[in-house]
């Protein structure tokens, strides 16, 4: 059963922070990278029992998987939350003795204006602590990753 850590990187995310640490139940860490809140974002991070790293301004996105406990890493933005459906997968995925692949993705519902845009390509989340390519706090996507079902819904209100 391969326990996984979630990574998030926040900066003044308190009014939507709590609606993506509730999603994180199949998480077995979680781990949240602030870049300076000035707003109840740690408060609210360590009511979840989340492990609060300060972020350093010449550090990668990469370093940060090594404070990880677990091997697997999934990676959030905080205005993200998990779907019901992508909690079940993700339990299921604990449950196998082995994971396999090079990474894992995730498709992506956005919240707009004028209701929810499916985002047609998935985009990389679970990746190994080995995982080098990035773009800002999210990791590259990489086309050998596996699709996970479920999905991940972005907000953009609070």
């Avoid at 939350?81 to 992508?86: P, Q």
């Avoid at 992506?108 to 602590?129: F, I, K, N, Y």
């Avoid at 080098?132 to 999210?138: D, K, N, S, T, V």
Wanted: charge should be negative; proline fraction near 7%; charged fraction near 25%.
């Amino acid at each position: 059963m391969p326990p996984f850590t979630a990574l998030l990187h926040t900066e003044n995310d308190a009014l939507r922070l709590g609606r993506a640490l509730e999603t994180l139940r199949p998480c077995d860490e979680i781990i949240l990278v602030d870049h300076g809140s000035r707003d109840a974002t740690v408060r609210i991070a360590r009511q979840y029992g989340a492990r609060i790293i300060a972020a350093r301004g010449d550090t990668s996105p990469g370093s940060y998987l090594q404070s990880a406990r677990w091997d697997w890493i999934l990676c959030l933005d905080p205005r993200e939350a998990l779907t019901e459906g992508l909690e079940a997968t993700l339990l299921e995925w604990k449950s196998v003795a082995a994971a396999s692949g090079p990474a894992f993705s995730v498709f992506l519902r956005e919240e707009t204006s004028d209701g929810w845009l499916d985002v047609p390509a998935p985009q990389t989340r679970l990746v190994p602590r080995t995982w080098e390519r990035w773009h800002g706090a999210l990791p590259l996507h990489d086309r050998s990753a596996f699709a996970l079902e479920g999905e991940l819904l972005r907000f953009i209100l609070p």
